[in-house]
C-alpha cells in the first residue's frame, strides 16, 4: 500500500516494554512503582466520579498547575499538562520540528526521541555516551542547525545524571531548544528546574508514573518559559488530560507524606539491589532513578533476561546498535526484589 507518508513506512515505530496481562509475573521491567498510589488520589478519583463525567475536563488543567507552581516555585503560566510525559514530548516536538530539520540526543537513551524526530521527517544526530556515561564536546559540536535536543536526565537505561552545571553548558552551547527529560528525577539527587528560569533555551518535562504510582492514570507536564507555554498550548489536544487525571494527579502531588515514605523506601531498595548485584560479579552502575543497569561479563544479557522470565520474573533486555545490550531492573517492592535476586542465584 502507499497510503502512508515514506518516512512513516520507513520508520521501525517506538517498541513498549512487554505489558503482560493477568499472571503472577514479577513485573520489573518497565520502571512502575511497586506501590499503590496515594489513598488521596483514590478518594479524588472518587469525588470526580461523584461529580459527573457528561462536561468536558478544564482544558489547561488549572487545579494542577496552582498546586504544582506552589510546590516548584514558579508561576502556573509556565507550566503545561498533558496525557503523560510522552504527550509532552509529542507536543514539542510537533511545534519546534519540520521535516527536514536536525534534532539531537545521546545513546543509549530514550528511545521514543528517536521515533518521535522520525514522524516529523527530522534528520536525528546521535552521540554516544562516553564509558562513564558523560557527554563529552560531542554533543554540542556542529549545532547551529539543529532545532531541538534532547536529554534525559536522569538517562534511561543508564539511571545515571548529568549534574544541572553541565547542563546549563550544554544548554548555553546549543542555538535553540533544549529539552531536558526528568522522568526520574525524584529519585534523584539534583535537578535542572532551576535552568528554566537562567535560559529561556531550557526546558523541563516530568512526569507522575514513576515517583507517584500513576502510570495508568497518564500524566505529566512540562515547565518552560510563559512565551513558549502558550505556543505549544497551540499544539495540543484540546483537552489532553480527562477529569480523572487532573483530580489524580493534583491530590497526588499534594500528598508529601506518602512522596517522601515512598521515594525512602524505593531508595533503600536501590541500593540494596545494586549491592547484591555486584556481589553475584555484574557490573552495575550508580543509578539515579527507580531502576539499575547491569551487566554480568560470565553470562549473556538476553539469556538471563529469558531465563528469568522463565522463571516468572520479567525485566527489560535492552539492545543499541552499535553500542552493546544489558539489562535494565526496576526496583519493585522488598520482596519483589529477594525473589529476583535468589532466582537470579541460581543462574549465576
Same mark, same amino acid.
Not at 187 to 191: L, S, V
Given at each position: 500500500m502507499s497510503y502512508f507518508r515514506s518516512n512513516i513506512t520507513a520508520m521501525t515505530g517506538y517498541v513498549p516494554g512487554e505489558q503482560p496481562q493477568g499472571g503472577k509475573l514479577i513485573k520489573l521491567n518497565t520502571n512502575e512503582n511497586p506501590y499503590t498510589c496515594s489513598p488521596k488520589v483514590r478518594a479524588a478519583i472518587g469525588h470526580?466520579?461523584?461529580?459527573?463525567?457528561?462536561?468536558y475536563p478544564d482544558p489547561t488543567a488549572a487545579a494542577f498547575r496552582l498546586r504544582a507552581g506552589e510546590l516548584l516555585g514558579v508561576d502556573p503560566d509556565w507550566i503545561l499538562c498533558g496525557n503523560g510525559s510522552d504527550d509532552i514530548l509529542t507536543i514539542v516536538t510537533r511545534a519546534l520540528v519540520d521535516t527536514g530539520d536536525h534534532v539531537r540526543?545521546?545513546?543509549p537513551s530514550y528511545t521514543l526521541y528517536r521515533t518521535l524526530a522520525e514522524i516529523q521527517g527530522a534528520k536525528c544526530h546521535v552521540v554516544d555516551y562516553e564509558a562513564d556515561w558523560s557527554l563529552g564536546q560531542e554533543f554540542t559540536k556542529h549545532c547551529n542547525h539543529l532545532r531541538l535536543t534532547y536529554l534525559a536526565n536522569p538517562n534511561s537505561p543508564s539511571g545515571t545524571v548529568?549534574?544541572?552545571g553541565e547542563v546549563a553548558r550544554i544548554a548555553d552551547a546549543l542555538p535553540r531548544p533544549l529539552l531536558v527529560d526528568e522522568a526520574y528525577a525524584d529519585? #534523584?539527587? +539534583?535537578?535542572c528546574l532551576e535552568l528554566v528560569a537562567q535560559n529561556e533555551k531550557v526546558m523541563v518535562s516530568r512526569t507522575l508514573s514513576k515517583s507517584y504510582a500513576l502510570a495508568g492514570m497518564r500524566f505529566g507536564f512540562l515547565v518552560a518559559?510563559?512565551?513558549?507555554i502558550r505556543e505549544f498550548g497551540k499544539v495540543k489536544d484540546s483537552y489532553n488530560c480527562d477529569a480523572l487525571s487532573?483530580?489524580? #494527579?493534583? +491530590?497526588a502531588i499534594d500528598d508529601r507524606a506518602w512522596f517522601d515514605q515512598t521515594r525512602s523506601a524505593i531508595l533503600a531498595t536501590r541500593g540494596r539491589l545494586t549491592a547484591r548485584l555486584r556481589e553475584m560479579g555484574f557490573e552495575c552502575v550508580d543509578s539515579q532513578a527507580n531502576f539499575v543497569w547491569c551487566n554480568h561479563p560470565s553470562h549473556a544479557a538476553e539469556q538471563l533476561y529469558q531465563r528469568l522470565k522463565d522463571?516468572?520474573?520479567l525485566v527489560r533486555y535492552m539492545r543499541y546498535e552499535g553500542w552493546g545490550d544489558g539489562l535494565r531492573i526496576t526496583v519493585g517492592t522488598d520482596e519483589?526484589?529477594?525473589?529476583?535476586?535468589a532466582i537470579l542465584a541460581g543462574l549465576i
Open positions: 470526580a466520579v461523584q461529580a459527573g463525567l457528561q462536561k540526543f545521546a545513546q548529568l549534574p544541572p529519585f #534523584a539527587e +539534583a535537578n518559559h510563559p512565551q513558549l487532573i483530580a489524580a #494527579a493534583t +491530590a522463571s516468572g520474573v519483589q526484589i529477594d525473589a529476583l535476586l
